[in-house]
């Protein structure tokens, strides 16, 4: 059965990563009906760029401060089954929306996102993220979507049903990131989320410190923020999703054990330093090389620069696990003791990309 896709593209000072997005939406295998960029008060030429382009360019009258707002701005010229986000910085495969496509030959299911990849591996920071990408989207992504409960449909490149979403008020604006709300609503209500790993999209993901902070700090509130709403739920009516949460949760809560335990062993218990050290890195060894090697065998990427790109994982590592304990602590505590509105200013994590 053919059905349509409208493509919304949020759009805030992109002038120059636009065009590279726009090619790979209109260059489809499987062409959208509609394509509509949300030139959110831009001070650039993002419009001006989006309406070479030939596709529709709506402009609200003032900045809307959240890509979701944006998004909920687009959703009512949509006259399509299913509407494609797409985030400004991402490049879809040329087959995406085909292989996306059979998700949805289960009625169950509402909402579905591909295998997101880094489109740039320049700086540590780029490089450390695209080792993540590697281990998460081949190891962790495919376990939940056997497990049926995908943890989240990647907010830059996922299919919704269209009616679902309208019916459900739009792109969800009550946390700051949606698309882990709506993942998790959806199972929630008995509906079916799908992750379809052959259908890949590449990400402009930070470049800087400064941005790496923003974003990470925005997506671990995001998460903790999902947790304080949706955790009883889950418990009840997903058990599954409810133990990758919780798993998680205990990943962020015990990795300062795990990352002090050579220090531990050494100084507080008096083993020897190197081979303390030599038995931690063979740990992280043995769990981490084997996923990034099929994952390099899958995208057909050298070897050796995936396995170069190692040791960039551990500053993002620190960042992450930073944002991660102070997203336990500001949305887990400080919140429910109303000693804080938590984390309502979205920011965008990275600069401008580069066409």
């Known amino acids: 059965m053919a059905r349509g896709v409208a493509v919304i593209i949020p759009a805030h000072d992109e002038e120059a990563g636009l065009p590279a997005t726009l090619e790979s939406v209109l260059g489809q295998t499987v062409p959208p009906e509609q394509v509509i960029v949300v030139d959110d008060a831009s001070g650039d030429r993002t419009g001006e760029v989006a309406r070479g382009y030939g596709v529709t360019v709506l402009r609200p009258p003032r900045n809307l401060g959240s890509k979701a707002r944006a998004q909920n701005y687009a959703l009512p010229h949509c006259s399509t089954e299913l509407v494609l986000a797409v985030d400004a910085d991402t490049v879809l495969a040329r087959d995406y929306i085909e292989r996306m496509l059979p998700a949805f030959d289960d009625p169950e299911v509402v909402v579905a996102a591909g295998n997101v990849q880094t489109r740039f591996a320049r700086t540590v920071w780029e490089r450390g993220r695209s080792v993540e990408y590697l281990f998460g989207f081949h190891w962790h992504r495919p376990i939940q979507q056997l497990a049926d409960s995908p943890m989240v449909c990647s907010g830059c490149c996922s299919v919704f049903r269209r009616q679902v979403l309208a019916d459900f008020g739009g792109f969800p604006e009550r946390t700051i990131v949606e698309d882990m709300d709506f993942t998790w609503s959806q199972q929630i209500a008995g509906r079916r989320a799908r992750y379809v790993g052959d259908a890949v999209a590449w990400a402009a993901d930070p470049e800087t410190l400064l941005y790496l902070r ?10 903790c923020q999902n947790v304080r709403l949706h955790t009883g739920q889950l418990v009840r009516r997903k058990p599954m999703l409810a133990v990758w949460v919780l798993l998680a949760i205990l990943e962020i809560i015990t990795a300062p054990l795990w990352w002090t335990a050579p220090f531990i062993l050494t100084l507080g218990l008096g083993r020897p330093a190197v081979p303390t050290a030599l038995w931690w890195v063979g740990a992280e060894l043995v769990f981490t090389l084997p996923p990034l090697i099929y994952a390099a065998r899958r995208r057909r990427l050298p070897l050796m620069s995936v396995l170069l790109n190692i040791p960039c994982i551990y500053p993002a590592k620190i960042v992450n696990l ?34």
């Open 322 to 355: 930073f944002y991660a304990w102070k997203a336990v602590a500001v949305e887990l505590v400080l919140v429910p003791l109303r000693l804080s509105r938590g984390l309502t200013v979205y920011e965008k994590g990275r600069g401008p990309v580069a066409a």
């Open 214 to 223: 923003k974003q990470v700090w925005r997506w671990m509130a995001g998460f």
